[in-house]
């Protein structure tokens, strides 16, 4: 009777270990069902030709974009605007609407191939956030730089006056304008740092000329010994926006008297022209026996 039932629970048991031996892993029934490939290649053959039309979409939307700025860059140009000007306004117009195109087409992409778009952006959104937080100066720079570009507030070549800092503008930049002072010095200035701007280069320039003379000197001579000179050099300055004007006698200092003149030149020549006025007067003023004050070193003591 034992036996039986021995023979009976080794044969119940051996028919339940029997379906676990031909049971299969579910990827390997996958692997090994034909239409599981079938199925596979259709949605990757799907897949590859909507990447492949959306690429031609996304590539013919730059092109025509990249033509439309290029167009107006050289209405920019047309317009007396500088050439350094219309090529960094072209080059951030192209910059943003590259970066604005390729961000779209990326996550288009991403939406047809099944990923996660949504916890990808919430990502990416939190690591901009950091790094947004550690480059507000970069940001500030750009802005800032595209406004000057736009509004036109300088050019390469202009002389301008920023803070302490005097010169001509050597590069204008999106992060950075390059300013070269009178002794060569090549200075560096973020745009944020640019917030008062005085350009010396500006429609007509005024500089005067300051004569010492002694106190008991005869101005009415000396008045009409600097008309002369007004009356034949002026003709010959072809920088001067008008002619010379005699302000006269305007302040006592240190027992001195000083007689001023004010010339109007054109932009950028007003050194040159107030170096050949101020010679010619000092040359006439000494010619017609008009004393001058000197400054002379007492070594005796």
């Keep these: 009777m034992n036996n039986i039932l021995n023979k009976y629970n080794s044969l119940i048991n051996n028919n339940k270990q029997q379906p676990n031996q031909n049971q299969q ?25 909507k990447i492949i039309l959306l690429s031609i979409f996304f590539w013919l939307l730059y092109k025509f974009g990249k ?45 047809i191939m099944g990923a996660p778009v949504g916890t990808l952006i919430t990502g990416a959104g939190i690591f901009s956030l950091a790094l947004g937080l550690g480059a507000q100066g970069f940001v500030s720079d750009v802005v800032t730089g595209f406004f ?21 503008v050597a590069y204008i930049g999106l ?10 010095t090549l200075n560096y200035i ?48 072809p920088d001067l926006v008008q002619a010379p004007k005699l302000i006269g006698p305007v302040d006592v200092q240190a027992g001195l008297l000083h007689y001023q003149i004010s010339l109007n030149t054109k932009n950028g020549a ?3 022209v107030k170096r050949q006025f101020l010679e010619a007067y000092l040359a006439a003023l000494q010619q017609a026996n008009i004393s001058m004050p000197e400054n002379t070193l007492d070594l005796t003591q």
């Design 148 to 168: 000057i570009l736009v509004e036109q507030q300088f050019d390469v070549g202009d002389s301008v006056s920023v803070g302490d800092i005097s010169g001509t």
């Design 270 to 272: 007003q050194l040159v």
């Design 190 to 237: 973020p745009n944020r740092n640019i917030t008062i701007v005085k350009n010396l280069s500006r429609g007509n320039m005024t500089t005067v000329i300051d004569l010492q003379l002694f106190p008991r000197t005869n101005i009415k001579k000396v008045t009409q010994v600097l008309e002369q000179v007004n009356n034949n050099l002026t003709p010959h300055v």
């Design 25 to 49: 892993p579910m990827f390997l029934q996958q692997i090994n069902n034909p239409q599981y490939w079938i199925n596979l290649f259709n949605t990757f053959l799907s897949n590859l030709v």
């Design 67 to 111: 033509k439309i700025v290029g167009r107006v860059t050289y209405n920019l140009r047309t317009n007396a605007t500088s050439s350094n000007r219309s090529r960094t306004i072209a080059t951030l117009t192209q910059n943003i609407y590259f970066y604005f195109l390729a961000f779209i087409y990326i996550y288009m992409v991403l939406s």
């Design 175 to 184: 992060r950075t304008t390059q300013i070269r002072s009178a002794d060569g």
